[in-house]
């Protein structure tokens, strides 16, 4: 047997009901054969992959908060330090009720490779709870908060792990666990990434994720000779992730027409207006059918449905595996250019083959969404040198970042064999640095 499959066979028995997890080594363990094989005899002597795919920590523990009536609740708070060959262990915290160990190996076990992609010196990590934000008051929220930071700050630390959003943790969570850090331990610093401006987060982060998506779409389309501009877009989603995405595709010349929350979606045949998106979400907290009280054109409908919008180009921003072998299906269709991530690992494998079977261009998550962290890692910079950058030098070395990600995932693809496919061309990228370093470190 190959040691690949030998590595899978055994992390599908070690790591039983995390499906999720198994999905994330699979698929990037099946893109690795190329260059495992050709170093099987060193890599197997050395377990590099079984050091890869093996957290090198992971806490969980209990996280206990008073609600509003005076209930006590108990919720479940993790987080997985998965690699840090070449940095600090990064990676966000999702507050949901799916949250598994499963669910937080999988986002870990993307990071290491997303972040290496970057090129900026950040490790994988990833945590989070299984605690719902949704319909919680703020003092509830707070309480949350305040209690998984009790906890997490004896592991976290501006030099060892910096935590960040994801699912369910914006802006005002993110406030209140760097104000429990800072009580607790006592230092004000760079500990947690998408933090306020007024007390050292970075400007361009918020819309990071999304800017970043876009930017890299663009120059994969410009190496074809194509552009964005008068492209129809159809986006899932209308979190952080999916409303910069959409006000950046706008910038861009194209049209985006759908949007979609965990309940159901919305067409507008005139374009999502993203102010409108931006007030239901993020200031109401509140339901996407409110939106139709602000663009009377559009629809809602409920349940999932954005994949059969006609569209040159598509854009899962909501969550993994909430496009499926129907959807790309619907999707080539449709005559759809492209497929990029905004999402961790929302495209199923069999849809991914699919649609780069049917010649649908498609760029995976760890290089698409790769924006986010990588302004998390510009975040850490500037609270180092106690200073911050301008909106504009920030959003400029976003999109070098960008642009570098896709030439290398390009490069990468080339050099191996497999031209035009970015799936593998990112796993290998950002597979070879990180090898790189674990050996130059030695077996730890
Ligand atoms: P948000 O919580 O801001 O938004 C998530 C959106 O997806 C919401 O609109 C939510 O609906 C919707 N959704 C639909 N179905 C689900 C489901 N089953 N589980 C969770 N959400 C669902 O999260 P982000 O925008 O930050 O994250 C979206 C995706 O992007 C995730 O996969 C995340 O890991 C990834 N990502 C995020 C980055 C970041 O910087 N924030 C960076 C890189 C990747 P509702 O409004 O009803 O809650
Ligand atoms: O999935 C991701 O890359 C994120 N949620 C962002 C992580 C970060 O540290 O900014």
Redesign the pocket.
């Given at each position: 047997m190959s040691y690949v499959d030998e590595v899978i066979e055994r992390v599908v028995r070690e790591n039983p009901n995390e499906p999720e997890f198994h999905q994330a080594v699979k698929e990037v363990l099946e893109s690795l054969r190329v260059v495992v094989d050709a170093n099987e005899e060193k890599f197997r002597k050395d377990a590099l992959l079984e050091r890869l795919v093996n957290p090198e920590r992971q806490f969980k523990f209990r996280v206990p908060w008073v609600d509003d009536k005076g209930q006590v609740q108990v919720n479940t708070g993790y987080r997985v330090q998965f690699n840090s060959a070449i940095g600090p262990y990064?990676?966000?915290l999702r507050l949901h009720p799916s949250v598994n160990l499963g669910i937080i190996k999988f986002?870990g076990f993307e990071?290491i490779f997303?972040n290496s992609l970057t090129g900026l010196p950040i490790g994988g990590g990833k945590g989070g709870s299984d605690f719902d934000p949704k319909g919680k008051s703020d003092r509830e929220v707070m309480a949350f908060c305040q209690s998984f930071m009790t906890e997490l700050c004896k592991y976290i630390g501006a030099d060892t792990d910096?935590?960040?959003?994801?699912i369910g943790t914006g802006a005002r969570e993110i406030g209140y666990m760097f104000g429990q850090y800072k009580r607790i331990r006592g230092v004000f610093e760079g500990v947690l990434?998408?933090k306020g401006l007024t007390y050292g987060g970075s400007l361009a982060r918020t819309e990071a994720?999304g800017y970043g998506l876009l930017y890299i779409t663009q120059e994969m389309l410009k190496s074809k000779g194509m552009s964005l501009e008068g492209k129809t877009v159809v986006v899932s989603g209308a979190g952080n992730v999916a409303t910069y995405a959409i006000q950046k595709a706008q910038q861009l010349g194209a049209k985006v027409v759908t949007c979609s929350d965990s309940t159901g979606w919305v067409y507008d045949p005139d374009g999502i207006d993203v102010a409108a998106l931006k007030e239901i979400k993020e200031v109401k907290r509140a339901r996407l059918t409110e939106y139709k009280n602000y663009r009377p054109n559009s629809e809602y409908h409920e349940g999932k449905g954005v994949w059969t919008v006609k569209a040159d180009i598509a854009l899962p921003c909501a969550t993994q595996n909430e496009l499926g072998i129907e959807d790309a299906k619907t999707l080539v269709a449709n005559g759809v250019i492209a497929v990029a991530e905004g999402a961790?690992m929302p495209t199923t494998m069999e849809a991914t083959e699919y649609l780069q079977s049917n010649g649908v261009f498609f760029l995976p998550g760890k290089a698409a969404?790769?924006g986010?962290?990588a302004t998390?890692a510009l975040e850490m910079s500037q609270n180092s040198e106690r200073l911050s950058w301008t909106f504009e030098e920030v959003d400029s070395k976003l999109q070098g970042i960008m642009v570098n990600i896709f030439h290398n995932l390009d490069d990468a693809a080339k050099k191996y064999g497999f031209e035009g496919n970015y799936v593998v061309g990112a796993n290998i990228a950002g597979f070879e640095k990180v090898v790189d370093a674990m050996n130059a470190q030695g077996i730890v």
């Open positions: 990064k990676g966000g986002l990071q997303k910096v935590p960040a959003g994801d990434t998408g994720t961790n969404n790769a986010g962290v998390s």
